[in-house]
């Protein structure tokens, strides 16, 4: 019985090979992939096109959430529930909800932020299969990988291996599950 491979891993020496086997991994048509290095590389998420909105969009999402809990909890307190005309003064005065109501607007999309990064980055993971690959303790310290999942669409054993032997890596080997 055989392991089922997670990805094939290519090992490089500099970064500027990792961003060149990148935009060509991309370009061939590979789409579930990652990289690892001992320091952030921004070129290396963008030849990947890794633009991912969504934390964006929720934290949008919870900021206006925020704002409208606010807004609804002052007026039902001071116009609906509770209310006091004191000196003449309007029952909803709007200039004297705004402060809290911006402190809960940045309380709830702070929240939805840390929330959404810890979520979405399947965060915690104790266990991760790339520690499997050969020499993986060196990305953080002075080697490049690149991994093709074995999920992705283009994926084929061999040809993903040649392609990947194209790129002139120090190895490239399989990663197991």
Not at 36 to 41: K, L, S
Not at 115 to 123: A, D, K, R
Not at 129 to 147: G, K, M, Q, T, V
């Amino acid at each position: 019985m055989s392991i089922p491979i997670y990805g094939l891993m290519a090992e490089f020496e500099k970064p500027d090979q990792l961003i060149h086997a990148t935009e060509a991994a991309h370009a061939a048509g590979y789409r579930r992939m990652d990289a690892y290095t001992p320091f952030p590389i921004e070129e290396v998420s963008e030849a990947m096109h890794f633009h991912d909105d969504l934390v964006r969009r929720i934290v949008l999402v919870a900021a206006i959430s925020g704002m409208i809990t606010a807004l609804t909890l002052q007026v039902l307190g001071s116009a609906v529930d509770y209310p006091l005309n004191i000196g003449g003064r309007p029952l909803l005065s709007w200039p004297a909800f705004l402060p809290i109501t911006f402190e809960l607007t940045i309380l709830f999309a702070g929240i939805a932020a840390v929330l959404s990064v810890i979520v979405l980055n399947g965060l915690p993971q104790p266990y991760h299969p790339a520690f499997n690959a050969p020499n993986f303790e060196r990305a953080s310290i002075d080697r490049f990988f690149l991994c093709i999942e074995s999920n992705d669409p283009q994926f084929d054993l061999s040809a993903t291996r040649k392609f990947l032997e194209e790129l002139h890596p120090v190895q490239v080997s399989e990663v197991e599950q």
